[in-house]
T-cell receptor, first 112, second 114 residues
Framework: QQQVKQSPQSLIVQKGGIPIINCAYE??????FPWYQQFPGKGPALLIAIRPDVSEKKEGRFTISFNKSAKQFSLHIMDSQPGDSATYFC???????????FGTGTRLKVLA | GAGVSQSPSNKVTEKGKDVELRCDPISGHTALYWYRQSLGQGLEFLIY????????KSGLPSDRFSAERTGESVSTLTIQRTQQEDSAVYLCASSLAEGLGEQFFGPGTRLTVL
């Protein structure tokens, strides 16, 4: 778990705000960088993921920014909605291995 | 099936009893993972199966924990002589093969040890 540091631990934003969640890693062999979203009482579900050949990926209101030299990647949620209130986990891994190192999670609350 | 299923969804047991938690992965997924999530915490890796073999059991907290998988399908996580610190949500996930991207998670089993 020390290989992955996720911040902040919790975040409260107003509806329409742009929460940003960060994930820093140590292992330079990681080549798959996903973010998972977990609602209370449910298992995590893949939200968006990026490979290191691009610096940014956008899917709807969700964007991943990847900085290879800094060994970190971030999740941005545009025009956040109360329905985005959930816990978000980064889980970088190396293709061909089975070890997913999950961050400690960020609990996001979007106020109506 | 359509997704990963786990049973039971909730389990309350007394300290010292044994419990079995079941996971049915998505059909065709050769890789299966067990995680533990304590209240408000991240995911703690427990064990990984490739097919019916478990190459890495290093995440199991103690020898009271064991897991098996049969028919490259259903998996069972067994906790013997449960302790109060075993109380957590136990999550199962599967993927097509190891390290190929997305893991699909089940809804978890909430275990409470009194």
């Amino acid at each position: 778990q020390q290989q992955v540091k996720q911040s902040p631990q919790s975040l409260i934003v107003q509806k329409g705000g742009i929460p940003i969640i960060n994930c820093a890693y140590e292992n330079t062999a990681f080549d798959y960088f996903p973010w998972y979203q977990q609602f209370p009482g449910k298992g995590p579900a893949l939200l968006i993921a990026i490979r290191p050949d691009v610096s940014e990926k956008k899917e709807g209101r969700f964007t991943i920014s990847f900085n290879k030299s800094a060994k970190q990647f971030s999740l941005h949620i545009m025009d956040s909605q109360p329905g985005d209130s959930a816990t978000y986990f980064c889980a970088p891994t190396e293709t061909g291995t089975y070890k997913y190192i999950f961050g400690t999670g960020t609990r996001l609350k979007v106020l109506a | 099936g359509a997704g990963v299923s786990q049973s039971p969804s909730n389990k309350v047991t007394e300290k010292g009893k044994d419990v079995e938690l079941r996971c049915d992965p998505i059909s065709g997924h050769t890789a299966l993972y067990w995680y533990r999530q304590s209240l408000g915490q991240g995911l703690e890796f427990l064990i990984y199966f490739q097919g019916n073999s478990a190459p890495d059991k290093s995440g199991l907290p103690s020898d009271r924990f064991s897991a098996e998988r049969t028919g490259e399908s259903v998996s069972t996580l067994t906790i013997q002589r449960t302790q109060q610190e075993d109380s957590a949500v136990y999550l199962c996930a599967s993927s097509l093969a190891e390290g190929l991207g997305e893991q699909f998670f089940g809804p978890g089993t909430r275990l409470t040890v009194l």
